[in-house]
């Protein structure tokens, strides 16, 4: 999944320095295998805790690592990208992908009206040609 590009950098800086080879684990647990699900909670209620404000913190806004991947897919919803491209980068069907985020695409109907508009005033204008001499 594409992430913004100085976050991208770190990590690529970060994969450098620890000579990382594909299939590595970034982040191991004590005896080098994966993290346990108490640490991993216990590290993210901690930077949440850090970064959110208080309200912040008490909502449900990135309550666990995985509501980030709802949000982020959303967000690319909303923002009109291709549901096709979307569910690639996210490891789906565009059918699993819409049958779990169709409802929560919104704001989209301004813009959509718009180019409707503007595509019937193009098609107005090809049929008002002039009349011949």
Same mark, same amino acid.
């Given at each position: 999944? *594409?992430? *913004?590009? *100085? !976050?991208? =950098? =770190?990590?690529?800086?970060?994969? =450098?320095?620890?000579?990382?080879?594909?299939? +590595? =684990?970034?982040?191991?647990?004590? /005896?080098?295998?994966?993290?346990?699900?108490?640490?991993?909670?216990?590290?993210?209620?901690?930077?949440?805790?850090?970064? #959110?404000?208080g309200c912040g /913190?008490?909502?449900? !806004?990135?309550?666990?690592? /995985?509501?980030?991947?709802?949000?982020?897919?959303?967000?690319?919803?909303?923002?009109?990208?291709?549901?096709?491209?979307?569910?690639?980068?996210?490891?789906?069907?565009?059918?699993? !992908? &819409?049958?779990?985020?169709?409802g929560c695409i919104?704001?989209? &109907?301004? +813009?959509?009206?718009?180019?409707?508009?503007?595509e019937m005033e193009?098609?107005? +204008?090809?049929?008002? #040609?002039?009349? *011949?001499?």
């Amino acid at each position: 999944m *594409p992430g *913004p590009p *100085p !976050l991208t =950098r =770190r990590l690529r800086e970060y994969i =450098r320095a620890e000579g990382l080879s594909p299939g +590595d =684990r970034m982040f191991s647990g004590k /005896y080098g295998g994966i993290l346990s699900g108490s640490v991993t909670r216990r590290a993210w209620r901690g930077a949440r805790q850090a970064e #959110l404000t208080g309200c912040g /913190y008490q909502s449900p !806004l990135g309550r666990r690592i /995985y509501d980030i991947r709802h949000t982020r897919l959303t967000e690319w919803l909303n923002q009109g990208l291709p549901p096709a491209q979307i569910a690639y980068w996210a490891g789906n069907s565009v059918a699993v !992908l &819409l049958a779990f985020y169709a409802g929560c695409i919104e704001g989209q &109907l301004p +813009d959509l009206k718009r180019r409707m508009e503007a595509e019937m005033e193009a098609e107005e +204008d090809l049929l008002e #040609l002039p009349e *011949p001499d």
